[in-house]
């Protein structure tokens, strides 16, 4: 059982107590269509809805709010400017904290936000067109995307750091004619060549679908071709010319995620604009229990789940005080985090795991000297936080005086699903907490028997909720087999879980073949197929394996063509080949060369032994009788990398 950690008084006023949380609770769940289209009052429709939700897991049909119609950026830009224009939107903070940042007031936002959109237009977008984003974490990254929202069209945001090769099939995959990107990002003092990298990415010999247009931003001012007729820079065709919101369908979708499974390419994860809207407005103002004029923090890049989410939607549909950060938190030093927090007065951080662990390492210094009085609410989202993690963060970053949020969710979920309320809940260490509203939970065994009380199991969600997704990119039956083919009427999230007497919920991590690296998802099945893509490889396993900052490091197991041999050489050019296929983020920590995989008479991989050795634990690796060539074993033992 884990420790209870009293939630500490907040000082300011509190969108939910723990009595409210219960009646809310109960009232979300017993009638969940009045709680939702009460809570879809927080938004701005074109026409109000009258539908709450309508859906179904079996067949998967998922709707809410189907009658309504509004436009997400008139919600988080032009209500705010018309309003408040004065009160502060982006405050830019850049990688270097010698250069100029800028700070943008709900006006500004919303003459910039225009100024995109018509860029946009320019370049022939229309309603329903894809754009793919690749973009530095700059202010104009949040324009984009609220810029598409703006004129309906589909934002698919690429991560910047990114390969071409990778982007190529995001690109490809939506049918996407349009990109936005700058000529470089900035991370840590180091250049992203992001304008190269789309033209790499467009020149792919297996890359068919020609460009209609693409907008560049001048950021570091570097020098890049630009190809004439489809390449414009942004402040040429910027404009202040009107540009209305248009009036969006609540189902009419508003962007595209990619996001990486356990079996083939990664999948479009689609995001619809009602449902969606209402549920990162929600989320935000009770989960971050965000007060008027505070200043929000979320440290993550708009090329995930959690910058959607928190940076582009959630802070700005609450008209939200918020820094946009391009750096990292170890340039210049092991304080930037910090120095961040004194210079913009921080009240809620919100950041990853991975980046804790990091900087715990570092020591307390970097943190002690500056000023931390600001912050009120410290939260964590992408992995599990280990306990000690978890009190460097509460008690060093927060001096015990700021509550922690542990927020799981995922991609398909569109934001949190479970957590602690600050002003209701007491905190558990390495413990996520309670549904939050509308989420109903259920932990079953492996053949789907269901499990109650304290248990542990694999985690699945029994009805919808308005920010999930709803389907796959064109493959709706991919969607299906994916997430509700497993338990059938339920959505299976892919986490095994335990619940405890108090009902609170510990995710244990991933059951299925998908593996956490600081934070990031990762299929071991798409680093398994950049490595046979290399000529000399014959067959590869990849697992993961515990590691101290980025929870997960990816350990590669690799068979080579009859008469190679795994050189030094070899293993620096497939790790590099690794960063060209996928990216820098899927760098293998260990390859080990082995002259066979361990396989059933059947041909099946047995990864369970695989990750023990990886895992360095070999003592105990259970039945191996059923192997093909038992001898392999001790060969992959004695060929251990992770020693
Ligand atoms: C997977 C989803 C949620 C936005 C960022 C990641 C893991 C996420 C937690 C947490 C334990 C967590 C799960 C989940 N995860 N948050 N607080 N505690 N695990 O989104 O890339 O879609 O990854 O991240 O394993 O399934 P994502």
Known sequence: MLDTVKRPQSSAATHCTSSDYETMYRRSVEDSDAFWLGQAERLDWVKAPTKGGEWSFDPVDIAWFADGKLNLCHNAVDRHAASRPDATALIFEPDD???????????ELQSEVVAMANAL??????????????????????????????LGAIHSVVFGGFSPEALAGRIEGCGSRFVVTADEGLRGSKRVPLKTNVDAALAEPDHDTPLDGMLVVKH?????????????????????????????DAEDPLFILYTSGSTGKPKGVVH????????TATTFNYIFDYQPGEVFWCSADIGWVTGHSYIAYGPLLNGATQ??????????????FWQVVEKHKVNILYTAPTAIRALMREGDDFVTRHDRSSLRLLGTVGEPINPEAWRWYFEV?????????DTWWQTETGGCMLTTLPGAHDMKPGSAGLPFFGVRLQLVDNDGAVLEGANEGNLCITHSWPGQARTVYGDHDRFVQTYFST??????????????????YRITGRVDDVINVSGHRMGTAEVESALVSHPLVAESAVVGYSHDIKGQGIYCYVTLNAGEDGSDALYTELRNHVRTEIGPIASPDHIQFTDGLPKTRSGKIMRRILRKIAENDYGSLGDTSTLADPSLVERLIEGRQNR
Request: net charge negative; glycine share 14%; aromatic share 10%.
């Open 97 to 107: 904290p010698q250069s100029a940042g800028r700070t943008l007031t709900y006006r």
């Open 121 to 150: 237009k320019a370049i022939g977008v229309k309603k329903g067109d894809r754009v793919t984003i690749y973009m530095p974490m700059i202010i104009e990254g949040v324009l984009a995307m609220l810029a598409c929202a703006r």
């Open 220 to 248: 570091t001012g570097a020098d890049v071709p630009m190809t004439e007729g489809r390449d414009h820079w942004y402040h040429d065709v910027r404009s202040d010319a009107d540009c209305p919101c248009e009036p969006m």
């Open 272 to 279: 619809t604009t009602g449902g969606y809207g209402v549920w």
């Open 323 to 336: 820094v946009i950060f391009e750096g990292v938190p170890n340039y210049p030093d092991h304080g930037r």
């Open 397 to 405: 970053v927060g001096e015990e005086r700021c509550p922690i949020i």
């Open 487 to 504: 338990y059938t009427g339920k959505y299976f999230t892919g986490d095994g879980c335990k619940r405890d007497e108090d009902g609170y």
